[in-house]
C-alpha cells in the first residue's frame, strides 16, 4: 500500500523533524551551532509559512494538516522557548504563560469540534504566532551579534526579556480572545 503525503504536510511533517536538532544546536553552544539554530528556525518558520499557502492554493486542506499544522507550530514554537529559558537567555516566568495559554486552547479543541463549533485561527492567534517566530528569530540573531559586540552580549538577556514580555502580552491577549469567543458557545450548548 502506497501512502501519499501532500507537500503542505510534508513541509509541516518537516517542521516537526526540525525540532530536535533545534534543541541540541540551543543546549550544545558553540558559534557554529548559533549560526545553524538561526538558519533551522528560519526554515521552520517558512515551511509553516508556505504549507498553508501551497495547501489553499492547491486544494490540499485536509483534516490531517488542521490538525497537524497547528500541532507543529505549537511544539516548534513552545521546545524553542523552553531551550531558551533553559540555557538562560529568557525568564521561565514569561515561557509559562504561553505554555499556559497553548494548554487552554488544545483542551477547548476537541470539546469544540465534539459540539459542532467551529475554532478557526483568530486574527489575535496569527499575531501571536508571528510575534514568537519574530522574537525567537530575533533573539537568536542577537545571540550571533554577541559573539562580536560585546555590549550586545551584556544586554541580551535584558533585550530577550523585553521582547519575551511583549510577546507574553501578547499571547495572553490571544488566550482572553479565544476563551472569549469559546465560552459564550459552550455555555448556549449546555443550557439547551
Not at 467551529?118 to 545571540?143: D, E, N
Not at 472569549?180 to 459552550?186: D, T
Request: contains cysteine; proline residues 4%.
Amino acid at each position: 500500500m502506497k501512502l501519499a503525503i501532500s507537500t503542505p504536510n510534508l513541509l509541516t511533517s518537516v517542521r516537526l523533524i526540525l525540532i530536535p536538532f533545534i534543541v541540541l544546536l540551543l543546549i550544545y553552544d558553540s558559534a557554529l551551532s548559533r549560526y545553524l539554530v538561526l538558519f533551522l528556525v528560519i526554515i521552520s518558520e517558512l515551511t509553516d509559512l508556505f504549507d498553508g499557502i501551497l495547501a489553499r492554493k492547491n486544494g490540499e486542506v485536509t483534516d490531517f494538516g488542521k490538525i497537524l499544522d497547528p500541532m507543529a507550530d505549537c511544539t516548534s514554537h513552545l521546545t524553542t522557548n523552553i531551550c531558551l529559558a533553559y540555557i538562560d537567555l529568557v525568564s521561565f516566568f514569561l515561557i509559562l504563560p504561553i505554555i499556559y495559554r497553548e494548554l487552554i486552547i488544545y483542551t477547548f479543541r476537541p470539546i469544540c469540534s465534539a459540539n459542532g463549533i467551529v475554532l478557526a485561527a483568530r486574527k489575535s492567534g496569527k499575531i501571536k504566532a508571528f510575534l514568537q517566530a519574530t522574537t525567537i528569530i530575533t533573539i537568536l540573531f542577537l545571540r550571533i551579534v554577541a559573539l562580536y559586540l560585546p555590549i550586545v552580549d551584556h544586554s541580551l538577556y535584558f533585550i530577550a526579556n523585553f521582547m519575551m514580555g511583549i510577546t507574553c502580552v501578547v499571547t495572553m491577549y490571544s488566550a482572553y480572545d479565544y476563551l472569549r469567543f469559546i465560552l459564550p458557545r459552550i455555555a448556549i450548548l449546555k443550557n439547551t
